[in-house]
């Protein structure tokens, strides 16, 4: 058996390297797996560092903050009272209130750090509701 | 990178799953996997509604599939007179269409999810092998509410790891798929050295 894949493997060079190729991506995409499967902690990891991308009830669950307050947040930072009728991302929020992305987040991340000092049953582990 | 592609969701909404659920069926490297994540997560915040997320991806990638399918038909034609006459190449087209004849089914129904990196070629290549529509059709329309029913669950259930979740499963279909490659090419190899 030994021989005859060896045999194989000089008469068919180009599958045989594909072959080579599946075998280590196998062997890397294995890996990998099982390392991001070690590094998951559970329960899943909340309070995710803001990013544009996320929306305003994203951001909400994230880091637990009821949506009322979270909406009240949004309407201190924007300056606006009423919210956008469509969930809009964090970045194009803030474009439209004249601010950079990461001064809004900054603002943001302030906002959410005095909710969770004033509500500290807001402020630990919690398993999801 | 994907972040910018999140922000176009939460920007013009479930359309933008649909047209990269469509666009990489046709091989445009888009993470659609990483949107349907996305916007399973925006539903479970309240952002999205389920049945709209659901219904974009799966119509997107059910079209894809189609189209892909359809190139492959248009396809066979240039095959067949490629092939004609070439006793070799005409022995090897005939045993792909009969490959496809015993187990295309299967086939379509797996690379659309379990080794979905392989689905689009698939695709093509049964249009190409003379598969017929509807058996292409059903198959992959079950495969694609698998693949659908994973991701958007996924992105719903972990909502706030959707990147570790990311990483988990684009690693795991790739083990899958680079293993299910490296076993057929094996095997293949193993008999040709008789």
Known sequence: MKRRMRDSLRKHPVLSAIFALALVATIVFGIRMLMFMAHWDPPPPDQQPIEGWMTPRYVAFSWDIPKPEMFAIMARITGLDN???????????????????????????????????????????RPHD | MTESFFTLITDYGVWIILASTYLSCLLVPIPSSMMMLAGGALVSVG??????????????????????????????????????????????????????????????????????????WINIAAGAAK????????????????????????????????????????????????????????????RRGT
Request: glycine share 10%.
């Open chain 1, 83 to 125: 919210p956008p009728d469509k969930p809009m991302p964090i970045e194009r929020i803030a474009e439209n209130s004249g601010m950079t992305t990461a001064a809004f987040i900054d603002a943001l991340d302030q906002e959410i750090a005095a909710y969770r000092a004033a509500n500290p049953d807001h402020a630990g582990d």
């Open chain 2, 47 to 120: 952002d999205l509604v389920l049945w709209q997320v659901v219904l974009a991806a799966y119509g997107g990638a059910v079209l894809g599939d189609q189209s892909g399918f359809a190139i492959g038909q248009r396809a066979s034609g240039l095959l067949a007179r490629l092939t004609s006459d070439k006793p070799k190449r005409k022995a090897l087209y005939t045993r792909a269409q009969k490959v496809v004849e015993t187990s295309g089914g299967t086939g379509v129904f797996f690379s659309t999810w379990l080794f979905a990196p392989l689905g689009p």
């Open chain 2, 131 to 190: 598969m017929g529509w509807l058996r292409f059709s059903l198959w992959d329309a079950a495969g694609e509410l698998v693949w659908v029913s994973i991701y958007v669950g996924l992105g719903y259930s972990f909502a706030t790891s959707l990147s570790s979740i990311a990483e988990i499963a684009s690693n795991a279909i790739g083990f899958v798929t680079a293993a299910l490659i490296a076993v057929v090419l094996g095997r293949w190899l193993l």
